[in-house]
């Protein structure tokens, strides 16, 4: 069948695209190319170095490995978000975001409090229960924290889905006499599957080109792809290695993507039903559900926790030093500047990018939403190419290719907010899309046997049907733009400093204060973060309860 | 007028009219950027006394640590990202100088900079700030355990020191890179026992390499709550420790071992970019940077040590300084020379024993 279309003949879509072309793809060919050129070994000699196969094999090991220790927790907690009444749920929900803006360095702090020789839990751990628990630079650990920061992301946007396409079914199911086997395997799994789906991906790729976190925490024994690439650009300064790897990661990931793409062709169908009404916890397995989830919370606010502990306690005492800094400028911290106005360079990058990411991802997401022919897969593929790229590599590319006018955006203001938007437009889109293609056919040709012109379909129906995925999008993207650090490091600014990067400055100097500042800075942070999430959903008017 | 006012900035500055600087020239409405790293520090009010006086405007680009931005800078030589590069170090100086990065200019206020502090012969670079690599411990621990400080890096390998001693990979952290090349100045690469047999024996005694500084200093080193006493950090630390007590301290919580060559020490250079477009403010800039204000105004800032002489140094530095009375050092030429070499036989040594 035709769909209806907005745009009339189908030009919208060059929109984004010249955005991928300009911002992402040109300058990655510049660098990639440029780096070619140069004298060295080539991708031959990297390719029969039993170094770089060790190196994918555990990229790979730990993407995989992230993926399944991440969903498991996230399918249960999104199952009892998306089905209970309890006191609380929004609250949690709200809090659901914030791991997502932790600087790796402040996470890294955490952790080690918790986890770390004489953390907290390892030493009760020790004496209470006898088990000797030795994390420090271990794998166990890089997949506890790879769960922390993709864990709020996936059961986000599981909870949302399942809610929105949830539990209709079911009564019926159990009239005709499921089991709870049955349900999970035939009815709910089944109808999840295509955000499930969408999810290991994303959390496939967060894990795959994971820099930070391994960097920090992995010790030498861990080196992803994109650490090495790091390495090899930055610390032996050998560029053309740094592009072969960078090539050989793209190579990797636009396989896995690719093979997503053939999967989820089967999914164009719709399979959207009535949200159902939250229901009170009732019997003892809904309190078994509850009680579960709310174990999954404690243990994933306690990073949280232990870092507004170190926020105020200094030195053995407690003290407001940390907070007092942030606000006035005292000569008492080597920043220049009240760290609070980073703040508002941080939330106007936010808001920057949640547009940017939202229009842009929109415009995809509706061009792609019933597309079948082989373009629509390459350009669905191609979207999601920039999770897949070396943030160290992009950089650069940056400073080479965007250096003449009109594109003279290197140093410039935009620099930042584009480089948010890439990092966030996967995401939008992956969410949007998924969202857009689970309302059924059948509504589409209701709407047109009404005789209803596109921009009342869009208006009426789609638009109503996809505002939870639209908000989840956007809060996603302010989320994503307000803890960005890595891409931006790698970007030459001025004068605008962001927030993690402000506390970067910070852990990078001696003194109490210093540290005292960092830790209150990524608390407000998270509180920006919190309140931000909060206000959205009271704009948009999300609670359904 | 402003080819007349470039004209006599050339003359001045190549020596036909000596003593007199470009910093008395006006450069209304010039706007020079400067690359800098993340931890160019520095009080605003004297930048702000500078542009008024020269007239220019300042920006100032930051790129990451030195390493990066040394790349940065040299990807973008042929249409440079800024002016002025402050903040390459010796460690990297040779890469810099070898990829043609800057053109010559000798500043007139180098008179006052001792000539070993100017390792580029030909004026490339300028000398700003200075400081060492320095291990520090952690005073209120080593007196808990009632063990004597150890005072060499020989001490390091003593069954007594085990597992106490955090180190940063030298190929990912400037201090780690300096920490190593300390070890090779003091163990040599040739002989019987070279350094990577004294990292052979850092091995055994549990040395812990992590990726960074803040993360050796601020989640390893036993003053913030890790499990490690010493920590390579920088010999200026403990004063930026009194410096930013969130209450005033009597001693610094932090000691530096500095005894003969166990310490490293970094030059910071700025230079002019070969391709910028405003070659005369940016040599007015570099002559700013030597100027009293600044170079006294950098101590309490990045805490390093300015090159000028007769400098004042802030009471902090007088009262809880270590003097450091013989770094060890490593040609720069050395270092560009061998630094792949150095860095993959450490990790063959370090990383995969």
């Given at each position: 069948m035709r769909f209806p279309h907005?745009?009339?003949?189908?030009?919208?879509w060059l929109v984004p695209v010249l955005f991928l072309l300009i911002c992402f793809i040109y300058p990655l060919f510049t660098i990639l190319w440029v780096s070619f050129n140069w004298a060295g070994g080539g991708m031959l000699a990297l390719l029969t170095d039993a170094t770089t196969w060790y190196v994918v094999g555990f990229t790979l090991r730990l993407a995989s490995l992230s993926v399944v220790a991440t969903l498991l927790p996230a399918l249960v907690a999104s199952f009892v978000f998306a089905r209970y009444q309890f006191w609380g749920r929004e609250f949690f929900l709200s809090l659901s975001l914030l791991p997502f803006v932790m600087p790796i360095s402040v996470t890294a702090t955490a952790f080690t409090a918790l986890l770390g020789e004489r953390g907290i839990i390892t030493v009760w751990l020790q004496h209470a229960l006898g088990i000797e628990l030795d994390l420090a630079q271990s794998f166990t650990l890089l997949i506890l924290v790879h769960i922390f920061y993709n864990y709020p992301l996936a059961s986000r946007l599981l909870t949302d889905y399942w809610r929105e396409n949830g539990f209709a079914l079911e009564p019926v199911a159990r009239v005709y006499g499921a089991s709870a086997w049955v349900l999970w395997w035939r009815i709910r799994l089944p109808i999840l599957f295509p955000m499930l789906a969408s999810v290991s991906l994303l959390v496939f790729a967060f894990s795959f080109t994971s820099f930070g976190t391994v960097l920090l925490l992995g010790g030498n024994r861990h080196i992803t792809l994109e650490v090495e690439i790091y390495r090899q650009a930055?610390?032996?300064?050998?560029f053309q290695d740094a592009a072969w790897l960078s090539c050989l990661q793209l190579i990797l990931m636009g396989t896995v993507f690719a093979g997503y793409g053939t999967l989820q062709r089967a999914w164009l169908s719709g399979t959207r039903h009535r949200p159902q009404p939250l229901r009170p916890s009732v019997t003892l397995t809904d309190n078994l559900w509850l009680g579960g989830v709310f174990i999954l919370w404690v243990a994933l606010l306690l990073p949280l926790v232990a870092l507004i502990w170190s926020s105020l306690h200094l030195g053995g005492e407690w003290s407001w030093a940390g907070y007092r800094g942030l606000f006035a400028l005292e000569r008492r911290s080597v920043l220049t500047e009240p760290p609070i106005r980073a703040m508002l360079h941080s939330l106007r990058f936010a808001l920057l990018t949640t547009i940017g990411a939202l229009s842009l991802g929109g415009v995809m997401a509706y061009e792609l939403r019933r597309m079948r022919s082989r373009w629509a897969g390459w350009l669905d593929w191609l979207f999601m190419m920039p999770l897949a790229t070396s943030t160290v590599t992009l950089g650069f590319g940056f400073i080479l290719a965007l250096d003449e006018p009109p594109l003279n955006l290197r140093t410039s203001f935009w620099m930042i907010p584009i480089a948010h938007t890439l990092v966030a437009l996967p995401i939008v889109m992956r969410t949007l899309l998924t969202a857009w293609r689970a309302i059924p056919n059948a509504l589409y040709e209701a709407s047109r046997l009404a005789g209803a012109s596109p921009l009342n379909t869009f208006l009426k129906l789609e638009f109503p049907l996809l505002r939870g995925a639209i908000v989840t999008a956007g809060m996603l993207a302010f989320a994503i733009s307000l803890g960005e650090f890595g891409a931006t490091l790698f970007i030459a600014r001025s004068d605008f400093q962001t927030v993690p990067l402000i506390i970067y400055r910070l852990l990078g100097q001696p003194g109490g204060n210093n540290y005292a500042q960092a830790m209150s800075l990524s608390v407000l942070l998270l509180l920006l973060t919190a309140f931000g999430w909060l206000g959205i959903r009271f704009l948009a008017n999300q609670d359904q309860r | 007028m402003r080819k007349f006012l470039w004209v006599l900035t050339v003359l001045f500055s190549s020596g036909?009219?000596?003593?007199?600087?470009?910093?008395?020239?006006p450069f209304e409405g010039v706007t020079l950027k400067v690359l800098a790293h993340d931890s160019f520090f520095y009080t605003p009010d004297v930048l702000e006394q500078f542009e008024a006086e020269s007239g220019m405007n300042v920006e100032v680009i930051r790129a990451g640590d030195a390493g990066l931005m040394l790349n940065q800078a040299i990807l973008s030589r042929e249409n440079p990202l800024a002016d002025v590069m402050f903040g390459v170090d010796n460690t990297l100086l040779s890469r810099a100088l070898d990829a043609q990065l800057f053109i010559p200019y000798q500043s007139p206020a180098l008179e006052r900079v001792p000539n070993e502090f100017e390792l580029d012969p030909t004026f490339h670079v300028t000398p700003i700030d200075y400081g060492d690599v320095a291990l520090n411990y952690d005073v209120a621990w080593f007196e808990a355990n009632d063990i004597p400080v150890p005072?060499?890096?020989?001490?390091?390998?003593d069954p007594h020191y085990k597992s106490l001693l955090v180190v940063q990979d030298p190929i990912l952290s400037s201090p780690g890179l300096a920490f190593m090349l300390t070890t090779i100045a003091n163990y040599?690469?040739?002989?019987?026992?070279?350094w990577l047999n004294y990292w052979a024996g850092l091995v055994e005694n549990d040395v812990l390499v992590v990726a960074d500084w803040t993360t050796a200093y601020y989640t390893e080193y036993s003053l913030y709550g890790g499990e490690r006493p010493i920590v390579v950090s920088y010999a200026t630390s403990p004063i930026a420790e009194v410096v930013f007590a969130p209450d005033p301290l009597e001693i610094a919580p932090s000691g530096v071992i500095a005894s003969a060559s166990s310490t490293f020490r970094q030059i910071e250079f700025a230079g002019i970019l070969v391709n910028s477009t405003q070659v005369s403010a940016a040599q007015a800039f570099i002559d700013f940077l030597l100027s009293e204000s600044f170079q006294a105004d950098m101590p309490l800032n990045m805490f390093v040590f300015p090159t000028r002489e007769e400098t004042p140094l802030p009471e902090a530095f007088t009262q809880f300084g270590v003097p450091v009375e013989e770094s060890a050092s490593v040609p720069y030429v050395d270092i560009e020379a061998s630094r792949e070499t150095w860095l993959e036989e450490w990790a063959e040594v370090v990383l995969r024993p």
């Open positions: 907005l745009f009339g003949r189908r030009y919208a930055v610390g032996f300064l050998n | 036909l009219a000596n003593g007199v600087g470009a910093q008395s020239l005072t060499t890096l020989d001490q390091l390998l040599g690469t040739q002989g019987d026992y070279t």
